[in-house]
């Protein structure tokens, strides 16, 4: 029998190093004051793109070429696996930053489905 410890012990170096960048683009007909968005900036989505091994001035060194700020494009920068509790089972495991919370076996909805 394993102890408590030994099951929230979880590391995956190469999960660990990944980044996602979310590249948006402002946009004046998004309206930023919109209560029923999350969008407060009025931002398109355009692109999410994983990196590997990468530092995240490099990531937006990258992006710049294709994607000039000048131009009204944001980069947002995340890390791409987060470590997260089974709440049943109690074990630790890695799942993307961007899992729904219904899709996810860290929440109770997941188990309610």
């Given at each position: 029998m394993t102890n408590n410890t030994e099951?929230?012990?979880?590391?995956?170096p190469?999960?660990?190093?990944m980044l996602t960048a979310e590249v948006y683009k402002r946009d004046k007909r998004i309206k930023r004051?919109?209560?029923?968005?999350k969008n407060k900036e009025g931002l398109k989505y355009i692109d999410s793109i994983d990196f590997k091994?990468?530092?995240e001035d490099e990531i937006v060194e990258r992006l710049s070429e294709s994607w000039n700020p000048k131009n009204g494009y944001v980069f947002q920068i995340n890390k791409t696996y987060i470590k997260r509790k089974n709440i049943m089972s109690g074990q630790m495991f890695?799942?993307?930053y961007d899992?729904?919370?219904y899709c996810s076996p860290s929440s109770e909805r997941y188990f309610c489905m």
């Open positions: 099951k929230l012990d979880l590391h995956d190469i999960k660990e190093s004051n919109n209560s029923y968005t091994d990468m530092s890695y799942e993307r899992t729904p919370y």
